[in-house]
């Protein structure tokens, strides 16, 4: 494992330090998604199944195309997706109420459930890390994923924040 770097070696990484945390993410990133990738597969889904269903159960009523740009998939990749995620009842997908050419996407039950049951083990890997690392530890690995994504991905996370903020005030 590499030394911890300090403020002060912060504009010195050297390219053995980049290395190390291009490992690191790919190793927490494996064992991260390895435990929703085996209930998956029992399925026989994949990641694209999971992103689908994650960003579907967290924004009600996504519509196709607000899927398609979040998740940065061709519409045939995510036509193939939802076409078995709503063949096997995990999702619905309605007709626009203002704009009847939108498809409009929801979980069922039981895609909140299988939902539940594939985040809960990404939760509890998170929240065991987040509290043996301590809040200024979280702050900044926050900081840093934030900083690595591109614009997009920071707009649509602006977004979104400010959509739960205007829910959770309601």
Excluded: C, W
Aim: zero cysteines.
């Amino acid at each position: 494992m590499s030394p911890p770097i300090h403020a002060d070696q912060r504009l010195f990484l050297t390219d053995e330090q980049l290395r190390a945390g291009i490992e690191l993410l790919f190793f927490a990133y494996r064992d991260f998604t390895g435990d929703p990738d085996r209930l998956l597969a029992d399925r026989g889904y994949g990641r694209a199944h999971h992103r689908a269903i994650h960003f579907i159960r967290h924004r009600p009523g996504i519509t196709v195309a607000g899927l398609i740009e979040t998740l940065a998939v061709t519409k045939q990749s995510l036509n193939r997706v939802l076409r078995q995620l709503i063949e096997d009842g995990l999702v619905i997908q309605t007709i626009g109420e203002t704009d009847r050419r939108q498809r409009l996407l929801n979980l069922t039950d039981e895609g909140r459930a299988l939902e539940a049951t594939l985040s809960q083990p990404q939760r509890d890997r998170l929240r065991a890390a987040y509290l043996d690392a301590g809040p200024e530890a979280v702050a900044g690995f926050r900081e840093v994923l934030h900083r690595m994504m591109d614009e997009g991905g920071r707009r649509f996370l602006v977004k979104t924040t400010s959509d739960n903020k205007t829910e959770q005030n309601r």
